[in-house]
Every structure is written in C-alpha cells, then in structure tokens.
C-alpha cells in the first residue's frame, strides 16, 4: 500500500530545499575577478583573473609610475584553481611558465560569500577576489 503524502511532507520538502546550502561548482568560478593583494612593501596591488573550467589567467595591473619595465605586469600569466569550491580552494599562479624571472605563487582561498573570494598567498600576504 502506498502511503499518502499530506501538505506538511510537501512542505517539510521545500523548507529543506530552500535551506540547503547552495552546492559550488568549478564551472560557477568562471568569469572575470579582481583581485586585491599587498606586496612585500605592503602597497596594495590590483590584478584581474579571467577564469574558465578551473583555468585562467592573471594579469597584474600596472602603477602609473612604476612597472614600466617589469615583464611581469600587464601581460596574462597563467594560473590554475583546484579544491571544492563549497570549503577550500587552491590557486596557482604559474607565471614563470610564461615569462623567465616571473615569481610563480600559491595561494589558499575560501569562499565568503557569492561574490567573494578571500585567502593568503604562500608567503602570508593576504588576496581577496571579487567577482565583476
């Protein structure tokens, strides 16, 4: 015999859909981030991440009055996101694949909300990403 189901089962169904926790996909990473980090001096940098399927690119923006000559700014530099995108993500950041004498960096990052992305690098220096 079946059981019938009454409006509350109905409801108790929806109100544990609608409580559940959204479920993160590399796929819901894609899209354009910027990201804000500090250097050794601890002067804030800008960058933006372009990201598709757990891939990317990073390109470090240059300041009016410096980075003319560094290889490393202004160009796209390959980087690579791995994790769950619900607990923990790892970035990395291969820069020395594209350009010799670029600095390649690690960083750890937790979601903080839908829009934003928060961790630190390999050598403690805090990155927040934020998508645009």
């Not at 993160?24 to 894609?30: G, P």
């Not at 910027?34 to 601890?42: L, P, S």
């Not at 399927?53 to 980075?67: C, I, M, P, V």
């Not at 004498?101 to 979601?111: E, F, S, V, Y």
């Amino acid at each position: 015999m079946r059981a019938m189901r009454t409006p509350h089962h109905l409801c108790l169904i929806v109100l544990a859909c609608l409580l559940a926790p959204p479920v993160w996909s590399q796929a819901t990473l894609d899209g354009n981030w910027r990201a804000t980090f500090a250097t050794e001096g601890a002067e804030g940098r800008e960058a933006m991440v372009e990201l598709k399927g757990g891939t990317g690119t990073w390109t470090t923006y240059a300041r009016s009055d410096k980075d003319k000559r560094d290889a490393c700014v202004g160009r796209p530099l390959p980087l690579s996101i791995t994790g769950d995108p619900a607990a923990r993500l790892d970035l990395k950041l291969d820069a020395s694949s594209a350009v010799a004498g670029c600095r390649d960096r690690k960083a750890t990052l937790q979601r903080t909300d839908d829009k934003t992305l928060e961790g630190t690098f390999d050598n403690g220096r805090t990155i927040k990403l934020v998508r645009q």
